[in-house]
């Protein structure tokens, strides 16, 4: 078997300057999301990692669309528009998402980053303190939960030596970013790493500033038999809403902001906390059963959002207002065991997760004729409490039929349940609850010929249920949950090939996949920041994708990532073009074989490093952009580009010291393109400019203590 028990031992975690593999021998990364500690290589899935020099190298390490263009499939776009969070799709699953992250798994280290209704968000990923960023993609991700088309997962390590660090960035838009760091081996096998950080930008474009504080906490414990790992994070960011922009505004100057923006002064005030912790015990005497983990994390996200929406259009007793408030508690528990026989391994598991949420509605003014004020908390309109819960089953075994040949498969069956109590009674009572049931097997098979070849086969069905957002808003303006909206979906297929060549330095990854989904979850009407949701019909999926790296010798890497989608509709249906969508001439007929709004059918990445010393490196990154349809009639495109990024890193040995220097040129010719798009934004404003040619210097202290 390949696989390996969970490592209670420290693991390596990154200084100042990466070690390199040998001449001639290819990194090989050990990932754990596969539920047990395994190298990438043998996986019967398409996985990518990240390491902690890429991560390091690619940025300020703000936001994690900085390195994600590494990872052929995923698509990771900043919008420059810290009010929305990061856009970021797997195989076109996610590219809905108007706000927060949809369609993937997230986790650090081991611990759910994404709410129990599947919406997530990654401002609290401690970048500077990650060993790898794990990415899963294809129908194993299933296993995950009802909402997974892909995983990301943050994996940090324990530290090794006790060491200090503290860092400042300075760059184009007013950034400027300070950061302070400590990690240090503990007596009795406990281990401590810490980490706050302060983030603030003047933004892109007018009305787009942003702060962000960020705080967390890793401490671990390791015995003979056992391992603990506590986290705790907190992050809040206070960020305005420069909105979108018509074509026509794109087109005159992309960066402006429309006036609207600054009108309603629309702006975002978001904050969370969370904690959790991870229990392993190896179990060494009872047979087969090697090992039990346990889980447990509970948090809190709270958020105000001040929206353009005019004061005439909430004039209807049922509207729900122009701002949008709510505070969040989730918790959950994952128990798993794990059996290993000499040819085969299972996994078996139960999780349970819940989330209440008291979300209120006000209006966005106050007063009336001369004296009205745009902008502000004004009079309630929606007070709503709202409980998820949801509770699985999930198996994941392997058996080896012969050294080469290896199976898989997994089975994950559960069942959600949603309750709203409306506490707002003005307008009619809007309580009620739903319900779903699901079953996700996948299955694969892999045949490894030689030592330097893995070709796989997997499949499974996928599960996608509505989130709390997306069930908050009805597409005729009335208030209460659309109960109408139903889950998705869907059957996936994947074929892979792992190739390695350590003499050469070469290895690539080429991944073929498909998925049909039945009724795909799909942007309703989108207005002023406010969305609701339908579903769509069948749409299909189908690309390839293709992840090489060169490393011929310590002094010279390459690497490669491309990906080909094409994800459609094969039903025809009706979507809105204007709201509340309740006359005929408010809406528009979408046709079969239109491209789902959102997904890029074609993206690729290309970067070349040299390092004439130890502690230098000089690159070159070359990353291609496609179009995107701005929404599902498919009436206009973001354009494509192609964005080049130059880099210099120089270490400087000083004492028992090092201090680190990293200098970044991105948009090097300097293209104007949309780094994302608001999908079906009913006023046109689908545009969300990306950064022009910018600057980014960091220096970054480090020494043991």
């Given at each position: 078997?390949?696989?390996?028990?969970?490592?209670?031992?420290?693991?390596?975690?990154?200084?100042?300057?990466?070690?390199?593999?040998?001449?001639?021998?290819?990194?090989?990364?050990?990932?754990?999301?596969?539920?047990?500690?395994?190298?990438?290589?043998?996986?019967?899935?398409?996985?990518?990692?990240?390491?902690?020099?890429?991560?390091?190298?690619?940025?300020?390490?703000?936001?994690?669309?900085?390195?994600?263009?590494?990872?052929?499939?995923?698509?990771?776009?900043?919008?420059?528009?810290?009010?929305?969070?990061?856009?970021?799709?797997?195989?076109?699953?996610?590219?809905?998402?108007?706000?927060?992250?949809?369609?993937?798994?997230?986790?650090?280290?081991?611990?759910?980053?994404?709410?129990?209704?599947?919406?997530?968000?990654?401002?609290?990923?401690?970048?500077?303190?990650?060993?790898?960023?794990?990415?899963?993609?294809?129908?194993?991700?299933?296993?995950?939960?009802?909402?997974?088309?892909?995983?990301?997962?943050?994996?940090?390590?324990?530290?090794?030596?006790?060491?200090?660090?503290?860092?400042?960035?300075?760059?184009?838009?007013?950034?400027?970013?300070?950061?302070?760091?400590?990690?240090?081996?503990?007596?009795?096998?406990?281990?401590?790493?810490?980490?706050?950080?302060?983030?603030?930008?003047?933004?892109?474009?007018?009305?787009?500033?942003?702060?962000?504080?960020?705080?967390?906490?890793?401490?671990?414990?390791a015995g003979a038999s056992d391992?603990?790992?506590?986290?705790?994070?907190?992050?809040?960011?206070?960020?305005?809403?420069?909105?979108?922009?018509?074509?026509?505004?794109?087109?005159?100057?992309?960066?402006?902001?429309?006036?609207?923006?600054?009108?309603?002064?629309?702006?975002?005030?978001?904050?969370?906390?969370?904690?959790?912790?991870?229990?392993?015990?190896?179990?060494?005497?009872?047979?087969?059963?090697?090992?039990?983990?346990?889980?447990?994390?509970?948090?809190?996200?709270?958020?105000?959002?001040?929206?353009?929406?005019?004061?005439?259009?909430?004039?209807?007793?049922?509207?729900?207002?122009?701002?949008?408030?709510?505070?969040?508690?989730?918790?959950?528990?994952?128990?798993?065991?794990?059996?290993?026989?000499?040819?085969?391994?299972?996994?078996?598991?139960?999780?349970?997760?819940?989330?209440?949420?008291?979300?209120?509605?006000?209006?966005?003014?106050?007063?009336?004729?001369?004296?009205?004020?745009?902008?502000?908390?004004?009079?309630?309109?929606?007070?709503?409490?709202?409980?998820?819960?949801?509770?699985?089953?999930?198996?994941?075994?392997?058996?080896?039929?012969?050294?080469?040949?290896?199976?898989?498969?997994?089975?994950?069956?559960?069942?959600?349940r949603v309750r709203t109590r409306?506490?707002?009674?003005?307008?009619?009572?809007?309580?009620?609850?739903l319900s779903y049931g699901y079953?996700?097997?996948?299955?694969?098979?892999?045949?490894?010929?030689?030592?330097?070849?893995?070709?796989?086969?997997?499949?499974?069905?996928?599960?996608?249920?509505?989130?709390?957002?997306?069930?908050?808003?009805?597409?005729?303006?009335?208030?209460?949950?659309?109960?109408?909206?139903?889950?998705?979906?869907?059957?996936?297929?994947?074929?892979?090939?792992?190739?390695?060549?350590?003499?050469?330095?070469?290895?690539?990854?080429?991944?073929?996949?498909?998925?049909?989904?039945?009724?795909?979850?799909?942007?309703?009407?989108?207005?002023?920041?406010?969305?609701?949701?339908?579903?769509?019909?069948?749409?299909?999926?189908?690309?390839?994708?293709?992840?090489?790296?060169?490393?011929?010798?310590?002094?010279?890497?390459?690497?490669?990532?491309?990906?080909?989608?094409?994800?459609?509709?094969?039903?025809?249906?009706?979507?809105?073009?204007?709201?509340?969508?309740?006359?005929?001439?408010?809406?528009?007929?979408?046709?079969?074989?239109?491209?789902?709004?959102?997904?890029?059918?074609?993206?690729?990445?290309?970067?070349?490093?040299?390092?004439?010393?130890?502690?230098?490196?000089?690159?070159?990154?070359?990353?291609?952009?496609?179009?995107?349809?701005?929404?599902?009639?498919?009436?206009?495109?973001?354009?494509?580009?192609?964005?080049?990024?130059?880099?210099?890193?120089?270490?400087?040995?000083?004492?028992?010291?090092?201090?680190?220097?990293?200098?970044?040129?991105?948009?090097?010719?300097?293209?104007?393109?949309?780094?994302?798009?608001?999908?079906?934004?009913?006023?046109?404003?689908?545009?969300?400019?990306?950064?022009?040619?910018?600057?980014?210097?960091?220096?970054?202290?480090?020494?043991?203590?």
């Open positions: 078997m390949r696989t390996q028990p969970l490592a209670f031992a420290a693991t390596f975690a990154c200084s100042a300057v990466c070690a390199q593999p040998a001449p001639g021998e290819l990194d090989q990364p050990v990932v754990v999301t596969g539920r047990t500690e395994q190298r990438a290589f043998y996986t019967p899935f398409a996985i990518g990692v990240i390491d902690a020099q890429e991560l390091r190298s690619a940025g300020p390490m703000v936001n994690l669309s900085e390195a994600m263009t590494r990872i052929p499939g995923i698509v990771a776009n900043l919008r420059n528009n810290y009010a929305q969070d990061l856009q970021i799709s797997s195989r076109g699953f996610g590219a809905r998402a108007t706000f927060g992250i949809r369609g993937l798994r997230l986790y650090t280290d081991g611990i759910p980053a994404t709410m129990p209704d599947g919406q997530g968000q990654v401002s609290h990923f401690d970048l500077a303190g990650a060993q790898r960023i794990e990415v899963l993609r294809g129908p194993f991700s299933a296993l995950y939960g009802a909402n997974s088309g892909g995983v990301i997962a943050l994996v940090s390590a324990a530290p090794t030596e006790r060491l200090y660090s503290i860092g400042g960035d300075v760059g184009a838009d007013g950034l400027w970013q300070g950061r302070a760091a400590i990690e240090a081996p503990l007596d009795g096998g406990w281990n401590l790493k810490l980490l706050a950080s302060q983030f603030n930008t003047d933004g892109v474009r007018p009305h787009s500033a942003a702060q962000r504080t960020l705080g967390n906490l890793r401490l671990g414990w391992a603990v790992t506590l986290l705790a994070n907190s992050v809040h960011q206070p960020a305005q809403d420069p909105l979108g922009l018509t074509r026509e505004q794109f087109d005159a100057d992309a960066f402006q902001t429309t006036p609207q923006a600054t009108l309603f002064d629309t702006r975002k005030t978001s904050g969370q906390t969370q904690g959790g912790g991870t229990w392993r015990h190896r179990i060494d005497d009872a047979g087969a059963l090697r090992e039990s983990v346990l889980t447990l994390w509970a948090g809190r996200r709270d958020a105000t959002q001040w929206q353009a929406i005019a004061p005439a259009a909430q004039a209807s007793p049922r509207h729900s207002g122009g701002v949008i408030d709510f505070d969040r508690r989730y918790s959950g528990v994952d128990g798993r065991l794990l059996w290993r026989w000499s040819r085969g391994s299972l996994i078996a598991g139960v999780n349970t997760e819940q989330q209440s949420e008291d979300r209120r509605g006000h209006e966005n003014f106050s007063g009336s004729g001369a004296d009205r004020v745009l902008g502000v908390t004004g009079a309630l309109r929606r007070d709503e409490d709202n409980a998820l819960r949801s509770t699985d089953l999930y198996l994941q075994g392997e058996f080896e039929f012969r050294p080469e040949l290896i199976g898989s498969a997994g089975l994950r069956s559960g069942r959600m409306d506490r707002y009674l003005a307008n009619g009572d809007d309580s009620g609850a079953t996700t097997p996948v299955a694969a098979l892999q045949w490894l010929p030689s030592p330097a070849w893995n070709l796989y086969a997997s499949a499974g069905r996928g599960y996608e249920t509505p989130t709390l957002g997306e069930l908050a808003y009805r597409p005729d303006g009335q208030s209460g949950f659309n109960t109408a909206l139903q889950p998705q979906s869907s059957w996936q297929l994947e074929l892979g090939a792992k190739w390695r060549d350590d003499r050469a330095g070469l290895g690539a990854d080429l991944t073929l996949f498909y998925a049909d989904t039945d009724d795909e979850i799909a942007v309703l009407t989108n207005a002023g920041g406010r969305s609701s949701f339908q579903n769509a019909g069948r749409t299909r999926r189908y690309g390839a994708e293709l992840a090489a790296r060169w490393q011929p010798s310590p002094q010279w890497r390459g690497q490669l990532a491309l990906t080909w989608l094409d994800a459609s509709y094969r039903d025809s249906f009706e979507t809105c073009v204007a709201v509340p969508c309740t006359r005929p001439q408010d809406r528009a007929a979408v046709p079969a074989g239109n491209l789902i709004a959102g997904t890029m059918a074609k993206s690729g990445f290309a970067g070349l490093a040299w390092m004439p010393l130890p502690l230098t490196e000089l690159a070159v990154e070359l990353r291609y952009q496609g179009e995107m349809p701005v929404n599902d009639r498919n009436s206009d495109f973001s354009p494509d580009a192609w964005i080049a990024a130059l880099r210099a890193s120089h270490g400087i040995r000083i004492g028992n010291g090092t201090l680190s220097a990293l200098a970044r040129i991105d948009n090097l010719n300097g293209a104007t393109y949309a780094g994302a798009v608001i999908v079906n934004e009913a006023n046109g404003r689908f545009f969300e400019t990306a950064a022009p040619r910018s600057w980014l210097l960091a220096l970054r202290w480090q020494a043991p203590f």
